[in-house]
């Protein structure tokens, strides 16, 4: 009773800090999801569960704490992906923009080698609207996973109406405190993005690589939104999606996660 009223008062801390932090304080509908989503209308992505694997041998917690570092991610992805630089730092790195695989939906089709259009990419990564994404953690010798859904970009060029087009759900991260196990906020954001990139049908195949080349720009526009030249002009939409993460999923922030071996 103590830890979870603990928690909770931390959380209600936590947000009532970042509705007041600053000369714009926030108002309370600022972050309610109608209001989120007429001012950052791109990327609406959210959280369905944080889960433990069941095959881990040790005991394992996902803390509170880590839990909220993965929704302030968020927050700084959803940040990045409505930025007016992201499309353009799509644009500039056009010539990496190469499918490694043939896919195929109704009339629309490509082929391993064919050049992804930029401004599609764009299209395609923005319109994702899906809220049940489960970040588990598990043995994944170090590094990150992303389960391969459809080709998001192929089904959105074939007409599929972009909120009917299937997305794979899980990504994996290594059974260790995601905090520590990070290099911050920017570069952890990043490698999330890169498996979301997975989740939406991109892979890596022979020697073409466009997750690692949006999880590049991203990382870089992440840093300067935290750190360099973009900071003053998204620091307000930043701490607006991060009170908007917080609040939308204080439900999986009253307590630990925890996983038991010997109670299974």
Not at 157 to 184: C, D, H, R
Not at 189 to 218: A, Y
Request: glycine content about 6%; overall charge positive; proline content about 3%.
């Amino acid at each position: 009773m103590k830890k979870t009223l603990f928690i909770t008062l931390s959380l209600f801390t936590i947000i009532s800090f970042l509705l007041s932090c600053n000369n714009n304080s926030l108002k309370p509908d600022t972050y309610t999801k109608e209001e989120i989503n007429k001012k950052y209308p791109y990327w609406d992505v959210g959280v369905a569960e944080f889960k433990i694997a069941e095959d881990l041998t040790n005991y394992a917690t996902i803390t509170v704490e880590e839990k909220r570092f993965i929704l302030r991610c968020m927050a700084l992805m959803r940040t990045a992906v409505n930025s007016e630089e992201f499309p353009t730092k799509v644009n500039e790195n056009k010539n990496k923009l190469v499918s490694s695989v043939d896919a195929r939906y109704e009339k629309f089709s490509i082929k391993k080698g064919d050049m992804y259009d930029p401004n599609i990419m764009v299209e395609v990564i923005r319109s994702l609207q899906y809220t049940n994404f489960i970040y588990e953690k598990r043995s994944t010798r170090g590094v990150a996973l992303g389960a391969l859904g459809q080709s998001r970009y192929v089904r959105y060029l074939g007409g599929q109406a972009p909120n009917q087009i299937p997305t794979a759900n899980w990504v994996g991260f290594e059974n260790a405190n995601w905090i520590k196990w990070s290099y911050g906020y920017a570069s952890f954001s990043g490698l999330m993005f890169h498996e979301h990139m997975h989740n939406i049908g991109f892979n890596h195949v022979g020697g073409h690589d466009v997750p690692s080349t949006l999880q590049n720009i991203m990382t870089d526009l992440m840093n300067r939104i935290l750190n360099g030249d973009l900071k003053s002009k998204y620091a307000k939409a930043l701490d607006e999606l991060t009170a908007y993460y917080y609040t939308q999923y204080k439900h999986l922030l009253l307590e630990d996660s925890v996983f038991d071996p010997s109670k299974k």
